[in-house]
T-cell receptor, first 110, second 114 residues
Framework: DAKTTQPTSMDCAEGRAANLPCNHS???????VYWYRQIHSQGPQYIIH???NNETNEMASLIITEDRKSSTLILPHATLRDTAVYYC???????????FGSGTQLTVLP | ETGVTQSPTHLIKTRGQQVTLRCSSQ?????VSWYQQALGQGPQFIFQ???????GRGNFPPRFSGLQFPNYSSELNVNALELDDSALYLC?????????????FGPGTRLLVL
């Protein structure tokens, strides 16, 4: 499995962009980067995923570096409801289970 | 809302008992994965079912077993419950298509073993 490294915690002011980094230096060429978040005591929520190109959807943008060794999840206008643990996951190409690390606790401050 | 439902939402059992948790997958999905999340930790993969067959298993003992039905819904069974089995049990459904898949999680079942 490609190991991911994320900061333990981050704060962000409400209305500002939240930029969450993730390092995955051992990623293989056919492995995707997935982002999920988990609000306290709820099931994880899928946010976005990508392979090489930057991706954007209604929730967030995903920026993947050209060498694919790191990525950044961007929440463009963070709200209090975005307070959650954010997980960056790189499932191995031949298997389908998600391996959750410790994630980043994002706290959006009023 | 992901369309993945789980029942029951909460459950209390005593040590040594058996429990069955249920999951209905999102419409169009053919794969169900189960995860265990202990308090303060990230979810841990238990196993996955695809076309009614186990399709991968994490580091869990045989007393954790499962089923997938023709309609792709699934059950997780845990025998001889231990105190450490107290956790949030999460079900995720996905469409296995050979291209890569995204798992969508249900709200979970919170199990307390006394």
């Amino acid at each position: 499995d490609a190991k991911t490294t994320q900061p333990t915690s981050m704060d962000c002011a409400e209305g500002r962009a939240a930029n969450l980094p993730c390092n995955h230096s051992t990623i293989s060429g056919n492995e995707y980067v997935y982002w999920y978040r988990q609000i306290h005591s709820q099931g994880p929520q899928y946010i976005i995923h990508g392979l090489k190109n930057n991706e954007t959807n209604e929730m967030a943008s995903l920026i993947i570096t050209e060498d694919r060794k790191s990525s950044t999840l961007i929440l463009p206008h963070a709200t209090l409801r975005d307070t959650a643990v954010y997980y960056c996951i790189v499932p191995p190409g031949s298997a389908r289970q998600l391996t959750f690390g410790s994630g980043t606790q994002l706290t959006v401050l009023p | 809302e992901t369309g993945v439902t789980q029942s029951p939402t909460h459950l209390i059992k005593t040590r040594g008992q058996q429990v069955t948790l249920r999951c209905s997958s999102q419409s169009g999905h053919n794969t169900v994965s189960w995860y265990q999340q202990a308090l303060g930790q990230g979810p841990q993969f238990i196993f996955q079912y695809y076309r009614e067959e186990e399709n991968g298993r994490g580091n869990f003992p045989p007393r954790f077993s499962g089923l997938q039905f023709p309609n792709y819904s699934s059950e997780l069974n845990v025998n001889a419950l231990e105190l450490d089995d107290s956790a949030l049990y999460l079900c995720a459904s996905s469409l296995t298509s050979g291209v890569g898949e995204t798992q969508y999680f249900g709200p979970g079942t919170r199990l307390l073993v006394l």
